[in-house]
């Protein structure tokens, strides 16, 4: 298990009223890997470059990715515009903090109310343009939005009782599913609008309305376990 203490972007003031009261959990797939690299980055990083233009980088990055996606419509060459969104989205959102921390210019309670809410912004951004996008409907899209951001509330809700915020679920972060909306958006520019279909429901659809309806069944079992266990306690 990885276990860290907070990065610039984790909760501040829980418990005891002090910063360093919170444990930061990250347990996803390539979580010890992707902090190696951000690491390694973080020194050859010019001075100018700041965190805060690094969080505003993962926001713009993602409107880039929504706008990419309902491009799209028009020619599917757009869908590579949409990868690169996600590149920038990871580079600026996964480094902001690590930089704030490597630099010593920690601000906790200004990065995590600030980071997070871009955070929730991105997700609605790229979610809706895949919805304007030829190859998933508008209301699946926003469905998948819905569980995805259900599961952030859930995060903020238990780190707030249990002082423990955890950064992934299942052994997914924000990068592993960056990396499979990647693969996605891969499968529609070489498979097209109609490459798959099952019956008359588009495979595309299919896939983003099964994550919706699993990242949903997650808050519940999730929220039922906290709940459970804090009832217990008290």
Not at 51 to 67: E, V
Not at 76 to 95: C, E, I, K
Not at 104 to 114: K, Q, T, V
Not at 151 to 160: G, P, S
């Amino acid at each position: 298990m990885d276990v860290e203490r907070r990065d610039g972007h984790d909760p501040p003031m829980i418990g005891n009223g002090q910063p360093d009261a919170m444990k930061r959990v990250h347990t996803s797939l390539l979580a010890a890997a992707e902090r190696r690299l951000l690491i390694w980055i973080c020194p050859k990083l010019p001075t100018w470059v700041t965190p805060d233009q690094l969080t505003g980088l993962g926001l713009a990055a993602a409107m880039l990715t929504a706008a990419a996606y309902a491009l799209s419509e028009l020619n599917p060459l757009w869908l590579w515009v949409a990868v690169l969104g996600y590149f920038l989205n990871w580079f600026g959102d996964s480094l902001d903090g690590t930089l704030a921390r490597f630099r010593n210019i920690e601000r906790p309670a200004f990065g995590y109310f600030i980071d997070h809410s871009c955070d929730g912004l991105a997700t609605l951004f790229i979610m809706t343009g895949l919805g304007l996008s030829p190859y998933v409907r508008l209301d699946v899209a926003l469905l998948a939005a819905a569980g995805y951001l259900l599961l952030a509330v859930h995060t903020f809700l238990a780190a707030k009782v249990t002082n423990i915020f955890k950064v992934s679920q299942g052994g997914m972060g924000p990068t592993e599913v960056r990396l499979i909306l990647i693969a996605l958006t891969l499968a529609m520019f070489f498979l097209g609008p109609d490459g798959v279909r099952v019956g008359a429901i588009g495979g595309f659809d299919l896939f983003m309305g099964s994550t919706a309806i699993g990242c949903i069944m997650m808050f519940v079992v999730q929220t039922v376990k906290v709940g459970n266990t804090l009832l217990h306690k008290s």
